[in-house]
Nanobody, 123 residues
Framework: EVQLVESGGGLVQPGGSLRLSCAAASGFTFAPYAIGWFRQAPGQEQEKVACINISDGDAYTEPPLRDRFTISADRRKNTVYLQMNQLKPEDTGTYHC???????????????WGPGVQVTVSS
């Protein structure tokens, strides 16, 4: 069974940066799939952050986040990253990466999910 693992989260001050990583704890290869990042704050709805089509690097970032967040993939390392800059308290939440057969950026299309990593932005 495929297992995803997220890393790179933690506590950071407003204005700081974090780089999240998503990797497979197995021989699973991301190449044929799309990988998405989604987040959820306590008591809030889950929201999309960014998605990437691994085969060609085509990527999407939710418009309010485009100036600060960037998704990328390293095919040789079989790893997807989410670079988060100029972090704000409202970015606080649990961040999950997930796998989709198709290049879409809506959580219902994603069938394999990592356990999530906490990001806390606070002074």
């Amino acid at each position: 069974e495929v297992q995803l693992v997220e890393s790179g989260g933690g506590l950071v001050q407003p204005g700081g940066s974090l780089r999240l990583s998503c990797a497979a704890a197995s021989g699973f290869t991301f190449a044929p799939y799309a990988i998405g990042w989604f987040r959820q704050a306590p008591g809030q709805e889950q929201e999309k952050v960014a998605c990437i089509n691994i085969s060609d690097g085509d990527a999407y970032t939710e418009p309010p986040l485009r100036d600060r967040f960037t998704i990328s993939a390293d095919r040789r390392k079989n790893t997807v990253y989410l670079q988060m800059n100029q972090l704000k308290p409202e970015d606080t939440g649990t961040y999950h990466c997930a796998v989709s057969d198709d290049y879409v950026c809506a959580p219902r299309y994603y069938k394999i999910w990592g356990p999530g990593v906490q990001v806390t932005v606070s002074s």
